[in-house]
């Protein structure tokens, strides 16, 4: 069965973008409605560079209770061995299907906690989905059915965690930007 034209959509603009993806791993059987979702895996251009992921297909379906598309991206500073990388697609599938396991919809500005650490990521067991933060970074993905929101990943610490829960998202993301490399572990773990 062909993908959705919103998902073409989404792949093209990524191919665009970065290029041809290094891997993709693929889940199947999510929870309902998303069937399958792809994680693309994008290695960095050198030993500076970062490793990036980004779904397709949680656009697929608009998230609950609003109407509003989103895929994910995140990046990881570095190379990261076979294992990272499986590790990280998975849970940002995982996060992929939050909207429909949680009833709750993603946006910029959110922060979403996990039970255990992000793998490739110590001392970091939240994440703060942001928007773009450099000039060039896409916000959105214009597609032939619906805008696409990019929401982006960014690990945080939980001393992170507690000052993004107490400041306007757009300051505690400013802070952070000025304060740390938002695609590597925050210094001490």
Do not use: K
């Amino acid at each position: 069965m062909p993908a959705p034209p919103i998902l073409r959509d989404v792949f093209h603009a990524l191919r665009d973008e970065w290029g041809e993806e290094r891997d993709g791993i693929t889940f199947d059987q999510g929870p309902p409605p998303l069937e399958r979702l792809d994680v693309m895996v994008y290695g960095p251009s050198g030993p500076g560079g970062t490793t990036a992921f980004a779904t397709i297909g949680m656009s697929a379906h608009a998230m609950p209770p609003r109407a509003v598309r989103a895929e994910l991206r995140l990046f990881r500073r570095g190379p990261l061995a076979p294992p990272q990388e499986q590790q990280l697609a998975m849970r940002l599938a995982n996060l992929a299907a939050y909207p429909w396991t949680r009833g709750e919809p993603l946006d910029w500005g959110e922060i979403v906690g996990f039970g255990d650490e992000i793998p490739a990521f110590p001392g970091c067991r939240s994440v703060f989905l942001a928007g773009p933060w450099t000039v060039g970074r896409r916000a959105t993905v214009e597609t032939r059915v619906a805008p696409v929101r990019i929401l982006n990943a960014v690990p945080i610490s939980e001393t992170e965690r507690e000052r993004a829960l107490t400041a306007r998202p757009e300051t505690f993301f400013s802070d952070l930007l000025d304060t740390r490399d938002v695609c590597a572990p925050p210094p001490h773990g």
